[in-house]
Structure formats: structure tokens, C-alpha cells
């Protein structure tokens, strides 16, 4: 046998090798590699990367999350296929970009028609390039095998912040029924910790449109909820929110105006 005959050989041999090598395992490990990319194209690119994404689960599919912040607030999701269907149709691409870096793909088991697979991977989300969240997120999937094709089937995560520089804020209001002062404390994110800021708000109810006043800002409250800025002059300005109640507005107040880039949301710390 020439030498070229033997390269052809070798090579063919080796290609089989390859393809025999690859274990069903292996096939479950490329999913979830290839499942978390296009996840991470859903913030950038929107609902036109939606059926990539959807593309790697069944019509039986869910997803059940738990997530815990730097103020050790859980909160708790659940999903179903068509729920997330009709969000991923509706989503926008987004200023934020996450970038996640997967744990090793060591706890993959398949048993016939059935696998199971639990990896953490380590997050950072940025927006505008300024990175405003960090942390670990631990997974479970179980996948089916349909007509020869894996689909993942039930999805949990447990997604924990080390690091929030910005995100869900939470105020506790002080106030007395009657009367314009209001005092609010407000608990921010700043990195592993978190900030109380301590903000006085002034609601006058005399006039049509109401006064409202925080620090150095002035806005006009109208009776159909339109809040908008007051001008140097006394005159409307920009609308900036909708408040139907007090407590709408200093919450609405406090994310717009007062924190925007370090609250994505406020609410009202139960007591």
C-alpha cells in the first residue's frame, strides 16, 4: 500500500473513531453549551433569536426559577412553554449583555430515552459595558428523546448575586395620613453590600395640579396620574411617569428620578 493510500486510511479510521467516540453524554453536553449561547443572544438580539433558543425544548417543557440578591430577597418565577412562547415573541432587544462562563459538564447521566444534567456557570451582566451584577447560577435539566432528537423537558435554577450595582431596590414610607412630608428609606444595591438612603418628599393636595417636591426637583402631579416636571418658570415639563396613588408616585419618583442607575425597580418593603 503507497503512502497516500495509508494517509486515506488512517484518517478514514480516525474519523470513525471520532464518530463511535461520541457517547450520547457527549451529545447532551454540546445541547446545553450550545442552549446557554443562544439564551445569551435573547438580551442583544430580541425575539428574532427567540426560535434558536426554543428550538432546544419540548411543547412539555418548564422552567422553575429562584433567584437571591445582595439583600437576600428571593424571588421566585415559574414558566410554562406557551407562557414563555408568548414572552420571547414580544421581547426587545436590551442595552444589557450577560456573559456567562460554564462550570465544568462532569454530572451528565442518560438512561435510554432519558438524561439528566446539573452545571453551575458564572455570570456577569453588563449594561452599556458597565457591569451591574455578578454571580453563580446552578442548574438542573432533564431532557427526552424525541424521535431521535434530545429536547430538555424541565429546567430549575437557583441564581445567586456576590455582586449588584444595580437592580431591585426596596423603600419602607413614612408617613402621616394628612400631611405633604413624606420620609422614605430606601435600600440600594452598592456591590456586596447595600446603601439606606434616606430621601424627604413634599406632596401638596391643595392645588390642581399637585405640587410635589424631592431635594432640588419640583414636579406637577395631574388628576389623571400624568407626572411631569415643573419648569423654572412654574410651567409643565416632560412627562416622566404615571402615579395613580401617593405611594405609586414616590415608589415611580424614587426609580425615574431619584436612583435610575442603581434600581431597575422599587418596592415597598413589607412589614
Known amino acids: ?63 422553575d426559577a429562584k433567584i437571591i440578591n445582595v439583600m437576600n430577597i428571593v424571588k421566585v418565577e415559574s414558566y410554562d ?15 444589557l449583555s450577560i456573559d456567562r462562563k460554564l462550570g465544568p459538564l462532569d454530572d451528565v447521566k442518560v438512561r435510554g430515552t432519558l438524561a439528566y444534567a446539573k452545571y453551575y456557570s458564572d455570570y456577569e451582566l453588563f449594561e452599556n459595558d458597565r457591569m451591574i451584577s455578578k454571580g453563580r447560577r446552578y442548574v438542573e435539566l432533564i431532557f427526552r428523546k424525541y424521535d431521535n432528537a434530545w429536547k430538555i423537558d424541565w429546567m430549575t435554577s437557583l441564581e445567586i448575586d456576590d455582586i449588584e450595582y444595580k437592580g431591585m431596590c426596596v423603600c419602607e414610607i413614612f408617613e402621616n395620613k394628612g400631611l405633604k412630608n413624606i420620609i422614605t428609606e430606601t435600600i440600594v444595591p452598592d456591590g456586596s453590600n447595600v446603601d439606606f438612603m434616606n430621601d424627604k418628599f413634599s406632596i401638596d393636595e391643595s392645588t390642581e395640579p399637585k405640587n410635589v417636591r424631592q431635594g432640588f426637583r419640583d414636579y406637577l402631579w395631574y388628576s389623571n396620574g400624568a407626572v411631569h416636571r415643573r419648569n423654572l418658570d412654574g410651567s409643565k415639563g416632560e412627562q416622566i411617569t404615571l402615579a395613580k396613588s401617593r405611594q405609586e408616585l414616590i415608589l415611580n419618583l424614587l426609580k425615574t428620578e431619584v436612583y435610575p442607575d442603581r434600581c431597575f425597580n422599587v418596592v415597598r418593603k413589607l412589614k
Open 1 to 63: 500500500m503507497n503512502k497516500l493510500k495509508v494517509l486515506f486510511v488512517s484518517l478514514l479510521t480516525l474519523v470513525i473513531f471520532n464518530i463511535q467516540a461520541q457517547t450520547e453524554e457527549d451529545k447532551i453536553r454540546e445541547i446545553i453549551m450550545s442552549f446557554t449561547k443562544a439564551v445569551q443572544k435573547l438580551r442583544s438580539e430580541g425575539a428574532a433569536a427567540a426560535p434558536e433558543a426554543t428550538s432546544y425544548i419540548s411543547n412539555s417543557f418548564r422552567y
Open 81 to 95: 412553554f406557551k407562557t414563555i412562547q408568548a414572552y420571547l415573541s414580544q421581547l426587545k432587544a436590551s442595552e
